[in-house]
């Protein structure tokens, strides 16, 4: 069965930096694409970062451009999330998600697209 295990999440003051990672199983890694999404209470979830492990293309929101890089260790089957620069507004609930990637818009990368999900880690951005 498909798995997702989500880690690396904590506490850290603005400008700070961590990193997240998730580890997949369950599923042919080369035929999906993984993705990062946050949450804070009241609000939906947000697209991150996506990245398709087919052909290695990455993509981000707006809100973290510039700032967080997505990765792959294919031989893990694990993909990161490297968070810089970060600000209180990164504050939230960080998960990662996997879609066949042939079955999504991933550039868009919307929630309701994805079919695995992991149970989440906690990052607060606070002085």
């Known amino acids: 069965q498909v798995q997702l295990v989500e880690s690396g999440g904590g506490l850290v003051q603005p400008g700070g930096s961590l990193r997240l990672s998730c580890a997949a199983s369950g599923f042919t890694w080369d035929d999906y694409a993984i993705a990062w999404f946050r949450q804070v209470p009241g609000k939906e979830r947000e697209g991150v970062s996506c990245?398709?492990?087919?052909?290695?293309?990455?993509y981000y929101a707006d809100s973290v451009k510039g700032r967080f890089t997505i990765s792959r260790d294919n031989a893990k089957n694990t993909v990161y999330l490297q968070m810089n620069s970060l600000k209180p507004e990164d504050t939230a609930v960080y998960y990662c998600?996997?879609?066949?990637?042939?079955?999504?818009?991933?550039?868009?990368?919307?929630?309701?697209?994805?079919?695995?999900w992991g149970q989440g880690t906690q990052v607060t951005v606070t002085s």
């Open positions: 998600a996997t879609v066949y990637a042939a079955l999504a818009a991933l550039a868009l990368i919307r929630p309701n697209e994805y079919t695995y």
């Open positions: 990245i398709n492990n087919s052909d290695g293309r990455t």
